[in-house]
């Protein structure tokens, strides 16, 4: 178990947009950033962090919470280990039990995963560096493509060892389970019951997630073995979607955001090599063809990719396809491809830092001006080759969501291919209507599975749950100012000079929380809401223990469902500064103009909507009991008439008759 002191100290140290900005761009909004949500596929940001709440809210997919909460979101970490990856990012020392191996078998079984994985990675780093076939040949190897002692360090190269099961002789001698070897694919066991390990005699490549866990491998085997495949990954499992990853997004994310700018290659070995030689925000699709998954993660870091290809790739036709996928998601491509005979690691270790940055910056071309030249030579002076190519042009046009960047991307082929802009137009509209059309079919099609229920009489509901809003307003102020001393008028029932009982205004001041709990006790209302009401007794609890309200502090002790609560709660102000109001002169005014009287006129609110709902009552009782005696109903209800015209006097304005 960590000890509380070394959680309370990560709590103190951590930066959420130091944290957040690790895995999603951020730009700043006022005294907030925002960015793309990481949790779903959008265009327009909708993810908000305050710097000074310490807290982040995504509002397309509604969670929210603390630095610790964003990494068991995001990452899918457990407690403890987000608050150990937060530790080793600022240099905290962990005070904690020692896990003791009955723990590891405990250990849920996707951690066991990790725990397996991560196991591997230091065994094949060791093997590489400490064994004589490791130096001998995966070391040698590493040499000799011309990687450092620290790059082969910071990428946590290894080497599996030529015997069958060597790997996985130590994994079960150190208390791992056959059965998660098996599932991350490092052992297969034969059906005679005999195992092995997968990548035997190869160079390894561990492959990390954004935060730096390993989820799999890549081997490459050294030997002339026809039969073998040069480059074996790690099969699909739970911790490792090959579709999903990227090789070197762990080390290149950084860089990516720096540079705003994203390099896209091939190999582990040219993100390496352009790593070492100092272009660090690299990344490649880990030996499958670039899928939309790939795309979206960098696109949480930057919405520019350059794709660098070989100089001599065979098939480079059929690798620019995957370009239309990057347009899809809504971002700038550009294309540079090395001289004959190069690739990106070939090219790095032929050349100085600042050549390669030159060649780099005067090669990448604009993907229509790439795409344009290379069809154009394919055609040949053919003019039905160059019809064929004219319109697969307009096809990556089509993929394009920026009206705009579609006409320029028009006007631009139009001169390079010397044709009509208008034909390009009414080829590109032809493509977007027929895509309009599908989209139209496949949703009718879906529409048909709910027909029965479309059809079914469907009950009127109201269009704001009043209750339900103004209890939550009464949970914003607890947040927000509990702590803070404001203002009150009170109104106190005094005699005059002639003897009669008459109100009279009196202004004192109280800590809002204890204004908040007397006004409710005196009414004796409870919250109607149950998390609401579980909350807001939290809440007074924490007020009444602690002088200060540190939201931090209070979102650990928190359950996840109430964390979610309490951080759109507090990130309510934040989503209006997603619509930037200020750049449209419109300006949206903060509650804290005026404490008090937001305070106060949200209890006077919820006060009349209950004396409206009692009124309500009252009459469905009498049409329910007509012996219900009439007289004594209309004393009631004017009583409480009269009462909801003195609430309405006390804050000095007409109020809304919630009927």
């Known amino acids: 178990m960590i000890t509380r002191e070394t959680i309370d100290k990560v709590f103190e140290t951590a930066r959420v947009e130091e944290v957040i900005g690790d895995f999603v761009q951020l730009k700043r909004a006022g005294s907030n950033f925002k960015g793309l949500s990481p949790f779903s596929d959008e265009r327009s940001p909708s993810f908000m962090v305050s710097p000074v709440k310490q807290i982040w809210k995504d509002f397309s997919s509604g969670k929210g919470g603390s630095v610790v909460t964003f990494l068991m979101e995001h990452e899918h970490f457990t407690y403890p280990e987000a608050i150990r990856y937060l530790a080793k990012k600022y240099n905290i020392e962990i005070e904690e039990t020692e896990v003791s191996l009955e723990d590891k078998i405990e250990a849920n079984e996707k951690e066991s995963l990790y725990l397996v994985s991560e196991f591997a990675k230091t065994y094949f780093h060791d093997t590489l560096l400490n064994t004589e076939e490791g130096k001998a040949i995966g070391l040698s190897y590493f040499k000799e493509r011309g990687f450092t002692n ?54 390894m490549f561990p492959i990390q997630s954004l935060s730096g866990r390993n989820l799999g491998f890549g081997g490459r085997i050294l030997t002339n073995d026809k039969k073998a495949a040069k480059y074996l990954n790690s099969p699909e499992s739970d ?47 880990s030996g499958t063809a670039l899928t939309p998954d790939q795309i979206r993660l960098i696109n949480r870091l930057t919405k520019n990719i350059t794709v660098l290809f070989d100089g001599d790739a065979a098939g480079l036709r059929a690798s620019i396809r995957g370009i239309d996928l990057i347009l899809e998601e809504g971002m700038n491509v550009k294309v540079c491809t090395f001289p004959d005979g190069d690739d990106p690691d070939s090219f790095a270790r032929k050349n100085s830092y600042d050549d390669l940055v030159q060649y780099l910056e005067n090669n990448a071309k604009d993907f229509i001006q790439f795409k344009a030249s290379l069809l154009m030579n394919e055609a040949n002076n053919d003019p039905i080759k160059k019809a064929d190519l004219i319109r697969d042009m307009v096809v990556s046009i089509s993929k394009i969501p920026d009206r705009i960047k579609r006409e320029i991307y028009i006007q631009e082929t139009a001169r390079i291919m010397d044709i009509s802009e208008q034909v390009l137009l009414n080829t590109l509209a032809q493509l977007v209507q027929k895509d309009i059309t599908e989209a139209g079919k496949k949703q009718k099609q879906e529409q048909k599975a709910f027909e029965v229920v479309k059809n079914e009489p469907q009950v009127s509901q109201e269009r704001v749950n009043i209750i339900y809003e103004l209890e939550r307003k009464i949970l914003e102020m607890l947040l927000l100012y509990g702590s803070q001393e404001a203002d009150f008028d009170d109104y106190i029932l005094k005699a005059n000079e002639e003897g009669e009982m008459v109100e009279e205004k009196e202004t004192n001041t109280y800590k809002v929380f204890q204004r908040i709990y007397l006004s409710l006790q005196e009414d004796e209302v409870e919250l109607a809401h149950p998390t609401f009401k579980e909350i807001y007794s939290d809440l007074i609890q924490y007020y009444n223990q602690n002088e200060v309200f540190n939201v931090e502090h209070y979102l650990m002790q928190l359950s996840p469902e109430h964390s979610q609560v309490v951080t759109d709660i507090l990130m309510s102000e934040e989503r209006e500064l997603l619509h ?35 009124i309500q009552d009252l009459m469905g009782s009498f049409q329910a009991e007509p012996e219900t005696d009439l007289e004594e109903l209309k004393t009631m209800i004017n009583d409480y008439n009269k009462l909801k015209v003195s609430l309405t006097n006390k804050i000095g304005r007409i109020r809304s008759i919630y009927l």
């Open 239 to 285: 911790i490792y979607h090959k579709s999903k990853v990227l090789y070197g997004i762990f080390h290149a994310k950084q860089a990516i955001a720096k540079q705003n700018n994203c390099y896209l290659v091939e190999g582990y070995t040219d993100v390496i090599q352009l790593h070492q030689a100092g272009i660090e925000n690299v990344v490649a699709s």
């Open 580 to 614: 930037n109001w200020e750049t449209k002169h419109i300006y949206v005014k903060t509650k804290t103009q005026n404490v008090g009287q937001y305070v106060s006129e949200t209890i006077i609110s919820l006060r009349e909507y209950l004396i409206n709902k009692l």
């Open 150 to 203: 620290e790059t082969i360090a910071k990428f946590g190269l290894g080497y599996s060892p030529e015997t069958w099961d060597a790997f996985t002789k130590e994994a079960l001698s150190k208390g791992y389970q056959l059965e998660f070897l098996e599932k991350v694919g490092l052992t297969i066991t034969r059906e005679d019951g005999k195992h092995f390990d997968r990548f035997k005699g190869r160079v």
